[in-house]
């Protein structure tokens, strides 16, 4: 399971943090950094930084940071090892097959991606060279796949067996263990496996990051007596809640249109991809969850729902617009003809239809009014009221109190309602919103981590502004700039556990050879990792605290920036010596006892401290 250190740096080398992270965070260009939405935490300006200098990131808002392998591993919840096969893979480097006895130590997760994988390649294979596979085959080709698109997908077929899959895996001498926690086959009490998909055309989940988690498989025989859809149950590899179908394939084309679409089924998102509309999503498999919005969040704020024309298509609309606004994206709803799915409109009308109807997509509250409207209760004062507040309860969910108020003025003038009289409406529905959240110990673990992630706990105060100068000139100029500080300061002047942790790691590397972004993989503590990783993205943020010594020293110049932080630090030491003279001062004055010395002690580290300043000034 190890992977040698060489191959570990030419990984690195090869995966740009910037290209890296861009995959899954929309970046813009700001002076010398990348900043971007945060992917850790929920918020709406960026203070997500990205250095391509020092091949780091840093958020501001929430404190993580770290090098690719950081991000790789914090953002797919993985091992180091599994972050750096991921980063392998995209850099198309080969990383050595695992030996059997580092296979025994394989993470339990590596093992059920693995048989996702087989499994997968099986499926693939029975479609193509199995007479029953033709029948999925045929499935396919009517809705219109083309080769390439069944191959993009990963599309496939279990054969209609109770074993096809659980004898392979015996026959190969895999572990049917990892099969069986993969939700791919199944025990029966007398301990023989058996497959789960058993004649089905089948549908590979990815995850964002490519690997197969789990299927979707789709009935073919009228004789299968389970429903038209099966998937995979949940496993460590697969919430279902947390998973986008689609998502791997469509990453790209999202950031590049700058908005999601989101459909149901795996059927309509592929037919979707192939007329030309990549920037698609499914929820398949479940209904739409704010762990999937906060998903497609990472790759764009804004998400065009294309739902069946039936009433189930509508409440489930209904449904996703709320979802939707409530994770702080903008949302805009295609409204199909009777009695179509995206699948069945793309099939009879083209792409070139499909992105007229996406550039017509309506408002949230157009496609309410228009719910109203077909239900007959526009006609009615009473079915005005309805539609109304039930619009205004959808504006509730929205957190940008600014957007808010511009959505209820649009209500007001199209329903010709008092502007005031909407927002009492939605001032009284926020009351009872908060007084429920506040009264509710039971509320639901999903919105419990929804706060957390909306108020993340307070972080620890960082190190004073002279410390962290100090040590980000040490990582950056290392055994020149460490002599030179050490031959004025002692360990003593670092005053913050954080900076004495720091320095402690970088005082006990044995010489200059060492790179910055390497001794990040050494930190164990996430604490001090990330602030390890600030001070090394974040050159330009840290030092707001120049203000003290008066004018700004120059950038560019480290030694400047040294003895400026030095001279910082040993005025904050005399303060502290001024401050504890004082005390004894006042200790001994109420005691009756004489002064004088500490007095005299007081004038002279005063003095000293105002030598320190001239020093400067001169
Ligand atoms: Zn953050």
Redesign the pocket.
Known sequence: MRIPDSIIDEIRSASDIVDVIAQYVPLKKRGKNYTGL?P??Q?KTP??SVSADKQMFY?F??G?GGNVYTFVMEHDKVSFVEAARTLAKRAGIAVPEDSPEDNAQATENEKLYTACRIAAEQFARNLLDSVEGKLALEYFRHRGFSQETIARFGLGYSLNAWDGLARYVERSKLDPGSFERAGLIMKREDGSAYDRFRGRAMFPIFSPSGRIVAFGARKMRDDDPLGKYINSPETPIYDKSRNLYGLFQAREAIRAQEFAILVEGYADLISVYQSGSENVVASSGTALTEEQIRLVGRYTRAVTLVYDADSAGSKATLRGVDLVIEGGLDVRVVQLPAEEDPDSFVRKQGGTEFKKLLEGAVSFIDFKASFFRDQGLLATPEGKTKAVRSIVETLARMKDELKRTFFLKSVAEKYDIYESVLFRELERILGKESARTRFEPGRDQASAAKADVANPPPRSPLPPAAEQDLLRVMLEHKGEAISFIFSNLTIEHFTHPLSRAALAIILAQPDDSWDPTVLLDRVEDPGLKSYLAGLLTARYEISKNWAVMGSEPDEADPKKIAEDAILRLKIQELDRKIDEMYRRLKAAEAHGESVALYQQEVVSLQKEKLALHGKKLS
């Open positions: 945060c850790f935490h918020e203070s997500f958020c808002g929430c993580k």
